[in-house]
């Protein structure tokens, strides 16, 4: 147990909607990163916040947006689903902004039907 | 374009052997990279990273070798033990500690 908890495990929507993914860090955690993992795709970064700040943006596309809240949980909203969306979402926290420090959560399964 | 390369999608070795996990990339500006280590329905563990001012890194069991000229980076896990079967994915970034790009994974089976 990595201390990174996420909601809900599994999530199955249709086309067109809206979800949001939340994330909680561990204790102490300033940083939150979320990521992609497409079918037999590799890992792809998203968008990172520290401290309710962002600190990095990756390939996140413009339906999707996140934000860090003043109690260092963080959401991730999809919005206009596609099938192509269908993918596991993980969050990971870190006490600084190294990712060399970074644990994962166990990830939210996302189907778009 | 796949910036970060696993050619290997798979790789079988007996207990106590060496497993020898390849990785490439494309971009000469990446000047960092880890090593990632994923269980099924786990989140991916942080294993071990290198910096492009070194060639090598070892911690236990688990090496990293990075060769610039090459745009090439191996993980040498010695000896594999059955506990070690699982995804690995390299990872890769342009600037310390931001926006890495991952590779697709190759996935270890370590045979007792």
């Known amino acids: 147990d990595s201390g990174v908890t996420q909601t809900p495990k599994h999530l199955i929507t249709a086309t067109g909607q809206r979800v949001t993914l939340r994330c909680s860090p561990r204790?102490?955690?300033?940083?939150v990163y979320w990521y992609q993992q497409s079918l037999d795709q590799g890992l792809q970064f998203l968008i990172q916040y520290y401290n309710g700040e962002e600190r990095a943006k990756g390939n996140i596309l413009e339906r999707f947006s996140a934000q860090q809240f003043p109690d260092l949980h963080s959401e991730l909203n999809l919005s206009s689903l596609e099938l192509g969306d269908s993918a596991l979402y993980f969050c990971?926290?870190?006490?600084?902004?190294?990712?060399?420090?970074?644990?994962f959560g166990p990830g939210t399964r996302l189907t778009v039907l | 374009d796949q910036q970060v390369k696993q050619n290997s999608p798979s790789l079988s070795v007996q207990e106590g052997r060496i497993s020898i996990l390849n990785c490439d990339y494309t971009n000469s500006m990446f000047d960092y990279f880890l090593w990632y280590k994923k269980y099924p329905a786990e989140g991916p563990t942080f294993l071990i990273s290198i910096s492009s001012i070194k060639d090598k890194n070892e911690d236990g069991r688990f090496t990293v070798f990075l060769n610039k000229s090459a745009k090439h980076l191996s993980l040498h896990i010695v000896p594999s033990q059955p506990g070690d079967s699982a995804v690995y994915f390299c990872a890769a970034s342009a600037y310390y500690g931001q926006n890495f790009v991952f590779g697709p994974g190759t996935r270890l089976s370590v045979l007792p």
């Open positions: 990971a926290s870190s006490p600084s902004g190294r990712v060399d420090t970074q644990y």
């Open positions: 204790s102490g955690d300033l940083s």
